[in-house]
């Protein structure tokens, strides 16, 4: 018998088993190895039945961080969101609420003003407690709101109108009473509203601080207006007279150093500016 050297009877399994293949691959039937049909893609691609790549799933840091940055973003917004609530629910705190408490003093401390004629001691001296609830608020609701961080858009609005409202309002009724001249009325109503406008026409170059002169000012107005909203006589009548007179110096002086103020605040705001455009044309 002849034999059949080796390296032909492997050439002739090879033969058989690419008939094989192709058989099996006319019939539509898969390999018999397994392996993925379809030309074999790049390194670390894997191909799909018609030949094309597919993306290779990214795992590892990479796909972490992307997840944490969105995460990231989502608890920024999120923060902004509560950061806006906080801010919405803090007008209702207690510097705030002393502010309103004092807007809404004012029409009840010139029905007490005025109540019976406006001469009757008794009804004088409810309006004196209702001012002076009014004015030690003011002293309280402004520490409150620059100590605890509750200063708010509302507060910075509603208190120099509450401040203006309760001491025009007291001066307003002791003139049309004939207990104050009305030219008194017209000098501290004129400083106070004069540079309130002064503040914001300069607030483009900054801030006017309030000075100690300014503080002196209020304190002492506050005790002159209250001693004439009292039915004083004799000697008290004699020196309301004195501290209103203060009161009224005062009010100048303050005023006057304020404009002072304003002007050099606007002249170092415009120095300030034209440096800068200056340097940017250079």
């Not at 039945?49 to 796909?63: E, L, R, T």
């Not at 003011?138 to 109108?161: E, M, N």
């Not at 007279?241 to 110096?249: D, E, H, K, L, Y």
């Amino acid at each position: 018998m002849t034999g059949v050297p080796a390296s032909a009877a492997g050439g002739s399994s090879a033969a058989k088993g690419g008939t094989a293949g192709a058989a099996a691959s006319a019939s539509g039937a898969p390999p018999a190895s397994g392996a993925a049909s379809g030309p074999a893609g790049p390194a670390g691609v894997v191909s799909g039945p018609s030949g094309a790549p597919h993306p290779p799933a990214v795992s590892g840091p990479g796909a972490v961080g992307g997840s944490g940055a969105d995460a990231d973003a989502k608890a920024a917004r999120g923060g902004k969101i509560a950061a806006a609530a906080v801010n919405q629910a803090s007008v209702w705190n207690i510097a705030n609420l002393l502010t309103m408490l004092r807007l809404l003093l004012v029409p009840g401390f010139v029905a007490l003003m005025l109540a019976e004629g406006g001469y009757d001691p008794a009804w004088r001296s409810l309006a004196w407690a209702a001012f002076a609830i009014a004015m030690i608020t003011d002293l309280f609701d402004g520490h409150l709101a620059r100590t605890y961080d509750l200063v708010t858009d509302f507060g910075k609005i509603a208190d120099p109108i509450a401040d203006k409202a309760i001491m025009g309002a007291a001066l307003i009724c002791l003139s049309a009473l004939g207990d104050l001249p009305w030219w008194v009325t017209a000098v501290i109503l004129g400083r106070e509203l004069g540079i309130t406008l002064l503040r914001f026409l300069v607030i483009r170059y900054g801030v006017i601080p309030a000075s100690r002169g300014g503080k002196l000012k209020t304190l002492i107005q506050g005790v002159a207006v209250g001693m004439y909203v009292l039915a004083l006589t004799g000697w008290l009548a004699t020196l309301r007279f004195w501290v209103m007179a203060a009161a009224v110096v005062l009010t100048v002086v303050t005023g006057l150093d304020y404009v002072r103020q304003a002007i050099v605040l606007r002249r170092q705001g415009i120095a300030e500016r034209k440096a800068a455009l200056e340097e940017t044309e250079a």
